[in-house]
């Protein structure tokens, strides 16, 4: 049985730092696809960012340059370095990976950015 925790989410100030940890269970994260999706208050759920087996990488353009993913094989795990965080990256993050032929998706971390 696949299983993805995240963790790492909270409340921070504009212009702050976080970082979010998938951790993989049930699989080895690093023969697929991954990603990190978030679901602002009141809106649908978006794409943060990818990152595929080969460790290629894919952002958002309102994240692009702030955001980072990357993945530690040894830990199972996947990251989320997220920078000049603003109040409008506000949601609940979820991180995802692609098995084929289905996508499992963790329960999703708060990331509240706030003064």
């Known amino acids: 049985q696949v299983q993805l925790v995240e963790s790492g989410g909270g409340l921070v100030q504009p212009g702050g730092s976080l970082r979010l940890s998938c951790a993989v269970s049930?699989?080895?994260?690093?023969?697929?696809?991954m990603g990190w999706y978030r679901q602002p208050p009141g809106k649908q759920r978006e794409l943060v960012a990818t990152?595929?087996?080969?460790?290629?990488?894919n952002y958002a353009g309102s994240v692009k340059g702030r955001f980072t993913i990357a993945r530690d094989n040894a830990k199972n795990t996947m990251y989320l370095q997220m920078n000049s965080l603003k109040p409008e990256d506000t949601a609940v993050y979820y991180c995802?990976?692609?098995?084929?032929?289905?996508?499992?998706w963790g329960q999703g971390t708060q990331v509240t950015v706030s003064s």
């Open positions: 995802n990976i692609y098995i084929p032929t289905r996508l499992y």
């Open positions: 049930g699989s080895t994260s690093n023969s697929y696809a």
């Open positions: 990152i595929t087996s080969s460790d290629s990488t």
